[in-house]
């Protein structure tokens, strides 16, 4: 025999070694995994028959409640007799003068504008918009003062204005909204 074939010979009994540990070791492993499962199992059978039996409480029974001196309805009529004789009156509150609301006293924010005002410092890119909206034809080819003219014949609806509103509020910072409101 020569060196090369001695070589594949020892190459051959090698693998064929290392195959027979392989399926030992696994073979092993499989057996490892049954001997912890009947263990779980032999351990959860010890417990539900070692667990003290459960304790039986008696039920407590009480007496009955007194019965009432005045009858349900006695009582109801009551109410509604008083009711009647000393209806319940809110006197008008009076208008809030508050100075956290838009041109309050220190909050910083003017007055809202007149819409007639605020059409008219609007972009022509608004103007077309807020056209659009209201269902103007032919708004898109307008010039601003051909749009002012067609936006103040008509009367600006509030939630025109809402969404034109929330429209500004997103194309420009919170603190360059300019506040809205119908004439």
């Known amino acids: 025999m020569n060196l090369p074939d001695s070589f594949y010979i020892a190459l051959c009994m090698t693998v064929l070694l290392l195959g027979v540990v392989y399926w030992f070791w696994t073979q092993n492993q499989y057996l490892l995994r049954k001997i912890n499962l009947l263990e779980n199992i032999v351990y959860e059978l010890k417990t539900i028959y070692t667990a003290p039996p459960p304790v039986r409480v008696e039920p407590v029974s009480y007496p009955p409640a007194p019965s009432s001196v005045v009858e349900e309805e006695d009582l109801h009529e009551e109410l509604l007799q008083e009711e009647e004789a000393h209806p319940l009156q809110h006197p008008p509150s009076p208008p809030v003068e508050d100075d956290l609301q838009p041109g309050g006293v220190g909050s910083g924010v003017e007055a809202p504008a007149e819409s007639s005002n605020l059409l ?10 807020l056209a659009e909206q209201r269902g103007i034809k032919g708004g898109a080819e307008m010039k601003k003062k051909e749009l002012l003219a067609e936006l103040k014949k008509g009367v600006p609806a509030p939630s025109v204005l809402a969404a034109f509103q929330d429209a500004k509020e997103e194309t420009l910072g919170e603190s360059d909204v300019v506040e809205l409101s119908t004439a």
């Open 120 to 129: 008219e410092t609007m972009t022509v890119k608004e103007l077309r918009r």
